[in-house]
């Protein structure tokens, strides 16, 4: 499946500033009320996580936008958006079970499962990023919040969850496409200029 230079740069921005996301999370330090950090650098880190979540937004927004003003973009990414193209997604849901016997289709199909798929985890990044953004907003500098800011909170949390299951799919599934011998899953990765 050939892809753009513009969607291979933004696919590694995105996959390396959200790793870099998913890494800080663990060791940095949100503030609460009467809570120090135990040391200077995670207070730090956090700042790190919000500087790096904005710019990781930012990427995925561009991709969104480049998605939505491209038809053909949007028709792949997004198939539910039409009748047409929802008829054609529950058909091919429908043929899930067959996967299990000739495996999945391959990459150059396109199709509408994996597109969606696809589309879905770029609006699950924007999410996590938005609800990022506005728990920062709300929180104080000493760690209290209001009842919007823990709901903006709780949701970047959950979010967050949803992303790990995502990418544990889409990594899997990587997996099950390079077993069966489709190298070319991996053109995203290519630095060479690709032909339709």
Partial sequence: MPYKPATKILHWLIMLSVGTQLFSQYWMFVPAPDKEPQAEWMAWLFICHLLIGILALCFVSVRLMSVLENNEDQKQLF???????????????KKIPSWLNSGPPKPEQKNKVATTVHGLGLLLLFALGSTGILFFIGIDTDGAMNASTRFFRESHEIFAILLYLYLSGHIGMLMVHLSQGQKQILSIFSTKEEKD
């Fill in 79 to 93: 198939p539910w958006l039409s009748k047409k193209g929802l008829f054609l997604l529950i058909n091919e849901i």
